[in-house]
């Protein structure tokens, strides 16, 4: 049996949610499970879509405190610079590094999106990336 991206992406049931910049056909094909959407507070998948680092050095770091302490934020950006993208997967982990915020699985959302997994540091781990590093670990 196909798992559907959301499983892939390990989005589960009843998990708070919010969208931020995903192309509604896009959304629509991760066959989502239900979800509790909302607007604020802290959430366990979050998805953000950006075309440029810049637009992702804008909007990541103020969604970055509204993941709940073991939640999820998908970042997913046009593969192979379409969509006029300046954004490569050592891009968005330089990006993801510098607002605090690790990487883990990287997949292909659908024929145009890629998505990268981030989450919170550990507590007292040391993460040594070549792509990227904390700011409190400069």
């Known amino acids: 049996m196909t798992r559907t991206v959301a ?20 959304a ?11 607007d604020d507070g ?4 979050l998805h ?23 939640g ?10 379409r969509l006029g993208s300046d954004l490569t997967l050592p891009r968005v982990i ?12 990287c997949l292909r959302v659908d024929e145009t999106w890629a998505g990268l997994k981030l989450t919170h540091p550990k507590p007292g781990k040391v993460y040594a990336n070549s792509y990227g590093t904390l700011p409190w670990q400069r």
């Open 42 to 45: 802290p959430v366990d998948y």
């Open 72 to 81: 999820t934020l998908w970042v997913s950006w046009p593969k192979g610079r």
């Open 94 to 105: 330089e990006v993801a590094y510098d607002a605090g915020l690790v990487e883990s699985t």
């Open 7 to 26: 499983q892939k992406m390990g989005v589960r049931e009843g998990s708070r949610g919010r969208h931020v910049g995903l192309p509604a056909p896009v």
């Open 48 to 70: 953000l879509a950006v075309v440029t680092a810049d637009e992702m050095r804008t909007v990541l770091p103020p969604l970055v405190g509204s993941l709940a302490p073991r």
């Open 28 to 38: 629509t094909s991760l066959g989502l499970p239900a979800l509790v959407w909302v």
